[in-house]
T-cell receptor, first 112, second 113 residues
Framework: GENVEQHPSTLSVQEGDSAVIKCTYS??????FPWYKQELGKGPQLIID?????GEKKDQRIAVTLNKTAKHFSLHITETQPEDSAVYFC???????????FGTGTSLTVIP | EAGVAQSPRYKIIEKRQSVAFWCNPI?????LYWYQQILGQGPKLLIQ????????DSQLPKDRFSAERLKGVDSTLKIQPAKLEDSAVYLC???????????FGNGTRLTVT
């Protein structure tokens, strides 16, 4: 099955700085990669996703890049705010369809 | 649209007792998942349903865990008997289908003492 690795496990940034979280995957047939934000006591919430036919997608302060050759994808958050503090998970959809494999999570802290 | 509903939010039981969790997915979502999330880890798939049929239950400890999705809508996950290592958050998610994101409920936090 798919194996997803995520780094770093913890990340602290000053408010206004950028944050980058990186993931790698093993199954070259995977072609859909969502990112989730999980706040304390809540379920993961989708924040952005990317499909393999594009290399980059942006939504306001959040962007995701995908390198299919290298099998890695990254989340970029610019102009970070305290409310961005949460745990972020990357995921990859397995080649058998609609089965998702999650990274181990990155705990992001934005320091005011 | 209404999100994925789960109940209860919290449950505390003693080991060897039984417990059941309930999930109501987003209307129209044919695929339903149960995930186990241990503190500090990513969600781990327990079982995936497509309508009322099981797609994948390879990670479900079938000697103690069971799940059903009668009528292809609501689902229940049961643990009997519970062990200390079952302490975790149990997340339900639903999806429209392939290449569509998962939508998660807020989970049930289970503590086994």
């Amino acid at each position: 099955g798919e194996n997803v690795e995520q780094h770093p496990s913890t990340l602290s940034v000053q408010e206004g700085d950028s944050a980058v979280i990186k993931c790698t995957y093993s199954d070259s047939a995977s072609n859909y990669f969502p990112w989730y934000k999980q706040e304390l006591g809540k379920g993961p919430q989708l924040i952005i996703d990317i499909r393999s036919n594009v290399g980059e997608k942006k939504d306001q302060r959040i962007a995701v890049t995908l390198n299919k050759t290298a099998k890695h994808f990254s989340l970029h958050i610019t102009e970070t705010q305290p409310e961005d503090s949460a745990v972020y998970f990357c995921a990859a959809e397995g080649s058998t369809g609609n089965q998702f494999y999650f990274g181990t999570g990155t705990s992001l802290t934005v320091i005011p | 649209e209404a999100g994925v509903a789960q109940s209860p939010r919290y449950k505390i039981i003693e080991k060897r007792q039984s417990v059941a969790f309930w999930c109501n997915p987003i209307s129209g979502h044919a695929t339903l998942y149960w995930y186990q999330q241990i503190l500090g880890q990513g969600p781990k798939l327990l079982i995936q349903f497509q309508n009322n049929g099981v797609v994948d239950d390879s990670q479900l400890p079938k000697d103690r865990f069971s799940a059903e999705r009668l009528k292809g809508v609501d689902s229940t996950l049961k643990i009997q008997p519970a062990k200390l290592e079952d302490s975790a958050v149990y997340l339900c998610a639903s999806s429209l289908g392939s290449n569509s994101p998962l939508h998660f409920g807020n989970g049930t936090r289970l503590t086994v003492t």
